[in-house]
């Protein structure tokens, strides 16, 4: 039976469908922008429970996770047992709802970097995590690096599915992921109104309020307060935009179109 992408999502206008990038893209780009996920292994110690662990990783070329694992943690004798894991890795969001924020779990083999490549792999983590030089080379610390074999995103309510393990590792990060959080700080905090318009033109007609929760090359996302409801929507942009300069501009010109009616 198909896996459906949709799951108690609340009813909403129908509306032609909007383009985003694949659920395998903004996986990429949710791992890209992660520092830490949660890391379940198959306890040792109660056989036939995961066992779960908070694990910083750098993702590398193709997605995958790399980790520091020390030979002492829990962790690392579970996975010398049996190197079937899982990482589930969470949007940071402020928001109340965490089950509103997009994650993914990524479920594979995690298998210590062969010593050819731990130079590089040693390069990749200390870049995202510059604390760990204080310990990387001690003689019971290693490399380790999931391949994933299977990959679930989701996307916040409505928006789930399976990702084929060669999709997720051909992809790639949204081009605006590394500001993203910057865009929407500003857009929310300097444009509300702007936003509102947005909607509005959008057929949102008794839109009140509107919060930017998302943005890619492609569109953008609205939390929309009409009265007592709260519910979504995307826009897209009338181009593809590829990094925050582009943004501002295509968004401009949606403003002044919105103003205007044309």
């Known amino acids: 039976m198909a896996s459906?992408?949709?799951?108690?999502?609340?009813?909403?206008?129908?509306?032609?469908?909007?383009?985003?990038?694949?659920?395998?893209?903004?996986?990429?780009?949710?791992?890209?922008?992660?520092?830490?996920?949660?890391?379940?292994?198959?306890?040792?110690?109660?056989?036939?429970?995961?066992?779960?662990?908070?694990?910083?990783?750098?993702?590398?070329?193709?997605?995958?996770?790399i980790f520091l694992v020390s030979n002492m943690a829990m962790h690392t004798q579970n996975l010398k047992a049996d190197a079937r894991a899982s990482l589930l890795v969470m949007q940071e969001s402020g928001e109340a709802d965490p089950l509103g924020a997009a994650r993914i779990t990524l479920v594979g083999e995690v298998l210590p970097v062969p010593e050819t490549e731990t130079g590089a792999a040693r390069e990749l983590y200390l870049s995202r995590h510059e604390n760990a030089r204080y310990w990387v080379d001690f003689d019971d610390f290693g490399f380790r690096r999931m391949q994933p074999a299977d990959v679930y995103f989701i996307g916040g309510f409505g928006v789930m599915g399976w990702v084929a393990a060669d999709e997720y590792a051909s992809s790639q990060p949204d081009p605006l992921a590394a500001d993203s959080a910057g865009i929407l700080r500003h857009m929310n905090e300097d444009h509300g109104e702007a936003l509102v318009l947005l909607a509005r033109a959008a057929g949102e007609t008794g839109v009140e309020a509107a919060t930017m929760t998302a943005i890619d090359r492609l569109g953008f996302h609205l939390r929309l307060r009409s009265g007592e409801r709260v519910h979504g929507l995307r826009i897209a942009f009338p181009r593809e935009v590829l990094d925050s300069g582009e943004v501002r501009t295509v968004l401009v010109g949606m403003v002044r179109a919105a103003r205007t009616g044309r």
């Open 4 to 65: 459906s992408r949709q799951h108690a999502a609340p009813s909403t206008p129908e509306r032609a469908p909007v383009p985003e990038p694949t659920l395998a893209e903004r996986g990429r780009t949710l791992v890209q922008l992660g520092r830490i996920g949660t890391l379940s292994t198959h306890s040792r110690k109660q056989p036939g429970f995961p066992f779960g662990s908070v694990m910083p990783y750098a993702p590398d070329e193709q997605g995958r996770p």
